[in-house]
């Protein structure tokens, strides 16, 4: 099967390197499928696994926790502080990936920590509120909370470039970074999203061909049963084809400059080339980095996996350099 961007066969490699380290971690690990057990259950099994990998996390030099009220629903947020003086640069909204169901601070510590370092910004981790419990459209209810309660602290504070703030978020975290990103822009508060960092994000329907066809079976991770699943619980009250839910079928014009970072071995994968695509059409400045040989959520091994870290790394160089261009 062709690559259509490529015009080459779809990689099949993984990475040797993350290879080796994700079969130690299977050894020491439960054996227990977290992607066919209730959400719950899922939900503890991907924070016990996430724990295993941060033995050698990046120190901080503070970590907060805070909440805001959401429809009566309560939303941890999370600080990391990387340096003393990280307050005078422009703050991170950070999303978590996990299908709309799972995920959560604890299993993004490793993504929140090394964006911290990289940028030396202070990066704000949201636990928004999860389906099936929670379906569409609480989580972007959330979100938006969350973003407007960061915003009024910078307002409030003696910080250089109030009043705006950098998106990011991977997987369903990086969905929900475009969405709110193109919510603001049709209410004309679009200047208040600085830039956005989209790492490996879901951005249309499952498809039948393409990168779904080529990695859809989970050899690598992420499987597109899983991802149907995901949907489903998410999508309980959400038309199917509602840019709320699926943004690439929205209006991406005017949009804040994009940083987009796609994994070869990824169901997901076209999603991300195409929303590259379609953001420099419509004119959006929109940076493309292919990671090869890596599967969906391998920033989480960024600890043990220079790769990783490199991703993040190079990420945080292109809002630190588009920042620094706006004075903020």
């Known amino acids: 099967m062709l690559n259509a961007w490529t015009g080459q066969p779809y990689?099949?490699?993984?990475?040797?390197?993350?290879?080796?380290?994700?079969?130690?971690?299977?050894?020491?690990?439960?054996?227990?499928?977290?992607?066919?057990?209730?959400?719950?259950?899922?939900?503890?099994?991907?924070?016990?696994?996430?724990?295993?990998?941060?033995?050698?996390?990046?120190?901080?030099?503070?970590?907060?926790?805070?909440?805001?009220?959401?429809?009566?629903?309560?939303?941890?947020?999370?600080?990391?502080?990387?340096?003393?003086?990280?307050?005078?640069?422009?703050?991170?909204?950070?999303?978590?990936?996990?299908?709309?169901?799972?995920?959560?601070?604890?299993?993004?510590?490793?993504?929140?920590?090394?964006?911290?370092?990289?940028?030396?910004?202070?990066?704000?981790?949201?636990?928004?509120?999860?389906?099936?419990?929670?379906?569409?459209?609480?989580?972007?209810e959330d979100v938006s909370a969350a973003v407007d309660h960061v915003l009024r602290q910078r307002m409030g504070s003696a910080a250089r470039a109030p009043g705006q703030v950098i998106l990011a978020g991977d997987s369903a975290g990086a969905n929900l970074a475009l969405v709110e990103a193109m919510r603001r822009r049709d209410q004309g508060q679009v200047s208040?999203?600085?830039?956005?960092?989209?790492?490996?994000?879901?951005?249309?329907?499952?498809?039948?061909?393409?990168?779904?066809?080529?990695?859809?079976?989970?050899?690598?991770?992420?499987?597109?049963?899983?991802?149907e699943r995901y949907l489903g619980a998410y999508l309980q009250v959400a038309p199917p084809h509602d840019w709320q839910v699926f943004p690439l079928g929205g209006n991406l014009c005017s949009l804040p400059p994009a940083y987009i970072l796609s994994a070869e071995l990824d169901p997901l994968y076209d999603d991300s080339i195409e929303l590259h695509q379609a953001l420099l059409e419509s004119g959006v400045p929109s940076h493309l980095s292919v990671a090869k040989a890596m599967p969906h959520g391998f920033l989480n091994q960024a600890n043990d996996l220079p790769a990783a870290a490199g991703e993040i790394d190079r990420s945080a160089a292109f809002v630190n350099e588009l920042v620094a261009q706006g004075g903020g």
């Open 192 to 227: 208040d999203i600085a830039a956005l960092l989209l790492y490996y994000g879901c951005y249309a329907p499952c498809r039948d061909d393409g990168s779904f066809a080529a990695y859809g079976d989970g050899r690598f991770g992420l499987s597109r049963q899983a991802q």
């Open 11 to 140: 990689a099949q490699r993984l990475d040797p390197e993350l290879a080796r380290l994700l079969e130690r971690q299977k050894a020491d690990g439960p054996k227990a499928d977290r992607y066919a057990v209730p959400f719950p259950e899922s939900r503890r099994l991907l924070e016990e696994e996430r724990k295993r990998t941060h033995l050698n996390r990046v120190p901080m030099h503070r970590i907060e926790d805070e909440e805001v009220t959401v429809n009566e629903r309560l939303v941890h947020m999370r600080w990391y502080h990387a340096s003393q003086g990280d307050a005078r640069r422009t703050p991170i909204v950070y999303l978590h990936g996990g299908g709309w169901c799972v995920g959560s601070n604890v299993t993004h510590d490793t993504v929140l920590r090394h964006l911290a370092r990289a940028t030396q910004a202070p990066v704000c981790g949201v636990e928004y509120s999860l389906a099936p419990e929670y379906p569409f459209p609480a989580a972007s």
